[in-house]
């Protein structure tokens, strides 16, 4: 249904003997926004910097709208990127700033003008167009770099953890922005952050990155729902995990028997459960129900956290309203059946 | 204890102002006897006049040898700043082996004694077959110029955004661009400040000179000369004017190089 727009296939980067990237396939749709998730060091800058051209793979190509990149020089290339640092021009105004592309391009003054108008109102920068970016908040800064890049009209836009220098509350409003920009322009962004909860907000699709390997491709409910690999489940959320071996439709943990409604690898080894599939029961309602201790009550606002120990001494994690909870109280675990998520254990 | 405190300041004052007037006093009486009715210095001085300066202006002879530093010092400043600058952006890009070494080996002609790269200039110009004369002042001064240039230069872009370079060329600015419209005026206070200083440089520079003249005269030769039978206040005068003008060189050279 959708085009898409990047591939890149079977691309090899490595730094003299540091291999950090291998063998990674993967395509951008046309339109979308795509966030690379993965924590410090991972590769996902190195990712980007192969799509706007300044590292070159070892091995593999790089596809845009169907043209291989990698002999292309990145001033040359339809995609912009938006620098972690900003990376503004300090000598010149946020106009010039936002001008400094179609001057290079030598377009037409008129035109310049017109489309630098548009993107200032677009972004909201009309008022603060004569100042020098020393002179502007980091989030007046970061917005000046989005329009500095999309006056351009780039096929792809990079943002390599944009909002990173942000306070929270002025990152969560320009999360925001942010995708309403992205949805009004139809240009399809490549996202790069560590960033899990924005992640999941701010994306149509998330590519789990693990020491440059991609662990798993999903839209956000996919992902934080079904995570295929542990290092996906332990990423994106919390989740409980429990040793043990499935066997028609019950993972065995110990003595334990919990039914599982299969989801999941069948040769599983480990199960993945999420604190808020978690039933804390008072009395043991099921045969298969799990007995714990209450160690630890946090209050979250809307919920209660709570730590519990199982009778081995394993820490188990879980959400619950109930107020009777306290340290030292004996309670069975039910788990959501179908929110249970079966993974094979990862080397680490 | 305000007192004391009081007293303490009052004395560090009185050292600054010692050492002061031991290092600037001289100059000051060079410029007050270039202002002396009299043909001797000596005070009580009989008068102000500005009769030594229209002495100096008559003097051909010090005005060719003016004429002479001004050729050599704008024309090796030039030299210096357009090899200096590219030559230090290129350094600033590439990264090679040695590159810290050859950043000090670049400002060795500041600090090795001038008699030393004179004659090491002489001898190789010699064997290159640059005769003595203006080519070779210009080429030996333009040398040890760019010592001063470009490590200054370089300093300024290492203190430089490294990722402006990147952004520009993803921009759409080709290598050109990037260095006309986001190197340059970046580095633009490094290059004026370092060139003003590379022109005082030039202006009074002997050892070097020495060796490469041949038989034309620069100023500070010049003045030289005329000082070997006692010091004239027509030298008191042309002294005056060269140290207003290095004094507002330097001034200025140091205000940009505070800016950033
Ligand atoms: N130019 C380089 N030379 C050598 N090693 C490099 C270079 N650039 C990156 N690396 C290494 O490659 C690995 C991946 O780096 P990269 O910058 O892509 O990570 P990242 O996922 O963007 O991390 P972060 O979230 O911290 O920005 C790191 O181990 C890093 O040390
Ligand atoms: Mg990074």
Redesign the pocket.
């Known amino acids: 249904m959708e085009k898409t727009l990047i591939q890149l296939e079977h691309i090899h980067k490595s ?2 003997k ?1 291999t ?1 990237i291998e063998d990674l396939s993967l395509e951008v749709r046309d339109g979308e926004f795509l966030t690379l998730l ?10 980007l910097r192969m799509i706007n051209g300044f590292e070159t793979p070892d091995k593999g190509e790089v596809l845009l709208d169907g043209v291989n990149q990698v002999a292309i020089q990145p001033n040359k290339r339809e995609v912009n990127t938006v620098f ?1 640092s900003y990376a503004l021009f300090p000598h010149l105004t946020v106009r010039e700033n936002i001008e400094f592309s179609l001057k290079m391009k030598k377009v037409d003054k008129n035109e310049i003008k017109e489309r630098v108008d548009e993107v200032l109102e677009l972004t909201n920068l009309e008022a603060l167009a004569s100042r020098k970016p020393g002179k502007l908040s980091g989030g007046q800064q970061q917005r000046v770099a989005i329009a500095r890049s999309l006056v351009n009209k780039p096929k792809v836009l990079l943002l ?2 944009p909002l990173g220098a942000l306070d929270l509350k002025l990152r969560k409003q320009m999360q925001i922005e942010l995708k309403k920009m992205q949805r009004r322009l139809g240009i399809t962004y490549v996202y ?1 952050t ?1 960033d899990q909860e924005e992640a999941l907000t701010i994306s149509d699709r998330i590519v789990v ?1 693990n020491k440059g390997n991609i662990e798993q491709i999903g839209e956000p409910f996919e992902i934080y729902h079904s995570p295929k690999t542990e290092f996906v489940a332990s990423f994106l959320g919390e989740s409980n995990f429990f040793e043990g071996k499935y066997e028609n439709g019950v993972f065995h943990y110990g003595d334990a028997k919990i039914p599982v409604e299969a989801n999941g690898t069948k040769d599983a080894n480990l199960l993945s459960v999420r604190p808020e599939y978690i039933n804390i029961n008072l009395g043991k309602t099921e045969e298969n129900a799990l007995e714990a201790m209450v160690t630890e009550v946090t209050y979250l606002g809307q919920t209660n956290r709570i730590e519990l120990k199982l009778k081995d001494g394993k820490k188990v994690y879980a959400l619950s309203e109930i107020e009777e909870l306290e340290k030292g109280k004996k309670v069975f675990l039910t788990f959501h059946s179908k929110e249970c998520t079966l993974l094979k254990k990862q080397e680490q | 204890m305000v007192k004391k405190k009081h007293m303490s300041n009052i004395l560090i004052a009185l050292l600054a102002i010692l050492v002061l007037v031991f290092l600037y006093l001289p100059i000051v009486i060079v410029i007050v006897y270039a202002f002396n009715a009299d043909t001797v210095n000596c005070f009580p001085m009989n008068g102000f006049s500005l009769k030594w300066f229209q002495v100096m202006a008559e003097n051909k002879d010090l005005i060719l040898a003016l004429e002479h530093s001004l050729i050599i010092a704008v024309v090796s400043t030039l030299i210096a700043c357009i090899l200096g600058v590219p030559g230090a952006y290129a350094m600033y890009c590439y990264n090679f082996p040695g590159k810290e070494l050859l950043n000090r080996i670049v400002m060795l002609p500041l600090i090795l004694p001038g008699i030393l790269t004179g004659i090491a200039m002489l001898t190789f110009f010699k064997a290159l077959g640059v005769t003595q004369g203006m080519t070779a002042v210009i080429l030996g001064h333009s040398t040890f110029l760019i010592a001063t240039v470009l490590p200054q230069v370089y300093a300024r872009l290492r203190r430089m955004d490294h990722n402006i370079i990147e952004a520009a060329q993803d921009l759409g600015a080709t290598g050109f661009q990037t260095f006309v419209h986001i190197i340059l005026p970046n580095v633009k206070t490094a290059i004026i400040s370092s060139a003003l200083l590379s022109f005082t440089l030039s202006m009074d520079e002997i050892p070097v000179t020495y060796f490469l003249n041949g038989v034309f005269s620069t100023l500070p030769i010049q003045i030289w000369g005329m000082t070997r039978n006692g010091i004239t206040p027509e030298v008191n005068a042309i002294s005056s004017i060269i140290f207003a003008v290095s004094l507002v060189a330097i001034l200025i050279s140091n205000m940009l190089n505070k800016e950033d």
Do not use: A, F, M, R
Not at chain 1, 38 to 47: D, E, Q, R, V, Y
């Open positions: 730094y003299g540091q950090i993965g924590p410090s060091g991972c590769g996902k800058t190195t990712l972690q390599d953890e790069v560590h990155l």
